[in-house]
């Protein structure tokens, strides 16, 4: 199995362009089930969709090959479907489709407790009855023998797929669909954007209440391809690199305007950047002294959940005591152990937060990545440490960043994929 071995300490300089956004194209793979085959048979929606700047990373290889394995019975594939968490995209839109659906429980990243009650309350709410299969215990069953209604449905705890697989059923229902307290993530506009380019009728997309209008069954008709936006994740990750390792460093394709809390932690710690156009630049953040800083994870425009390791990384160069504060998923602290044995000083209070000291001198050691964002943070953690670091199952990290090893190769760092 592939791994990675890092030599820390080396500035980084150049430039390094954002790639294609995972968390934007993968809602927009799923919604071709949506959409009527260009005269071909009922079930040809396999392939329909066409997107540039489609990240070539593994959670949209996976997509590709869900869909491509789903047929007019609606089972999604059990061993495709245990590998990321989007697996649940297609569900509601294949419900809506064929008025039944079944699919194991998601799998992916292991960052705590992840229930799919927000989807199964949504659905059920519109008319769906659900159970778990005789057959497997943990897969799911879904029928619709009446079809879909519109309903006015209120999420009890915000969700990104949540709204988006609510908001892929909606279209295809019968009557308006009104869905409350949704998520504001760029992601939700987005996709609902290119679904109204291609005949639906979603508005209030980007605010807390969405409406959509169903169409009783009748399906989408390609029109309008979808241009992958810059991954935001991405781009956060890689101004974190540039704050503690940038020497004339120009990082390309930055979306500032969805990062506004994380660029505000960013200064607060005494980064120095320059935004000029949609590049940002770092000029001489090598081993700068960075200030302690408290963070708590939120939905958009609070700082990303997502980008929560990476900044703890930084954090442990900073001076004086940091707070981390994850609020959104249970679990997701749990990199720290490693951290510390790399020679960080962090106190896990509870699953929700933790405690910085910095700054710490960190040395290389052998980690294995639990998911896609730990797996980044080791990384970053790798190249700022003293000595050689390796890095196991980075299929996780190939999920979400796309040869992330040569292209941080590019602008200085050494990294080998062996």
Same mark, same amino acid.
């Given at each position: 199995m592939a791994k990675f071995l890092i030599k820390g300490g080396r500035a980084l300089e150049g430039e390094i362009k954002i790639n294609g956004s995972k968390n934007a194209a993968l809602p927009v793979l799923a919604s071709s089930i949506l959409f009527s085959a260009l005269g071909g048979p009922a079930s040809g929606w396999k392939n329909i969709i066409e997107i540039e700047n489609l990240p070539n990373i593994e959670d949209t290889k996976r997509m590709k090959e869900l869909l491509d394995k789903l047929d007019a019975d609606g089972k999604i594939d059990y061993e495709i479907a245990k590998k990321f968490r989007a697996s649940i995209l297609p569900v509601g839109g294949a419900l809506a489709r064929f008025g039944k659906v079944s699919f194991p429980h998601p799998g992916g990243c292991v960052i705590g407790e992840r229930p799919i009650d927000v989807f199964l309350d949504g659905w059920k709410a519109m008319g769906a009855k659900t159970k778990l299969s005789e057959n497997v215990p943990t897969d799911y069953v879904i029928t619709a023998p009446e079809g879909l209604f519109g309903v006015d449905y209120t999420f009890k705890i915000p969700s990104v797929t949540g709204t988006e697989a609510l908001i892929m059923t909606a279209v295809l229902a019968r009557g308006t669909? =009104?869905? #409350?307290?949704?998520?504001?993530? *760029?992601? !939700?506009?987005?996709?609902?954007?290119?679904l109204n380019a291609n005949g639906a009728k979603i508005a209030g997309a980007g605010t807390t209440t969405i409406k959509i209008e169903g169409r009783s069954g009748e399906l989408l008709k390609y029109s309008a391809r979808f241009t992958a936006p810059p991954d935001r994740i991405e781009a956060g990750s890689f101004a974190i690199l540039g704050a503690l390792l940038g020497k004339n460093l120009r990082i390309k394709n930055f979306v500032a305007e969805e990062l506004p809390t994380f660029l505000a932690l960013l200064s607060n710690v005494g980064a120095e950047y320059i935004i000029e156009n949609k590049d940002l630049i770092f000029i001489n953040s090598y081993k700068k002294t960075l200030r302690a800083s408290n963070v708590i994870t939120k939905e958009f425009p609070g700082f990303p959940t997502d980008l929560q390791a990476p900044f703890t990384v930084l954090l442990t160069q900073a001076d004086g005591q940091s707070l981390v504060h994850e609020t959104v998923f249970e679990g997701r602290l749990n990199y720290i152990q490693d951290l510390n044995k790399m020679g960080s000083r962090i106190t896990l209070c509870d699953p929700h937060r933790a405690i !910085?000291?910095? *700054?710490?001198?960190?040395?290389? #050691?052998?980690?294995? @990545? *639990?998911?896609? #964002? &730990? +797996?980044? &943070?080791? =990384? =970053? &953690?790798?190249? =700022?440490?003293? +000595? /050689? @670091?390796?890095? /196991?199952?980075i299929y996780q990290i190939d999920r979400g960043y796309e040869n992330i090893d040569y292209r941080l190769c590019s602008i200085g760092a050494d990294i080998k994929r062996v």
């Open positions: 669909t =009104i869905l #409350r307290n949704a998520v504001l993530e *760029p992601e !939700i506009k987005y996709l609902a954007d290119f !910085i000291y910095g *700054p710490a001198k960190l040395f290389g #050691r052998t980690m294995e @990545s *639990p998911d896609i #964002r &730990a +797996g980044l &943070a080791f =990384i =970053i &953690a790798a190249l =700022i440490a003293e +000595g /050689e @670091s390796t890095i /196991e199952n």
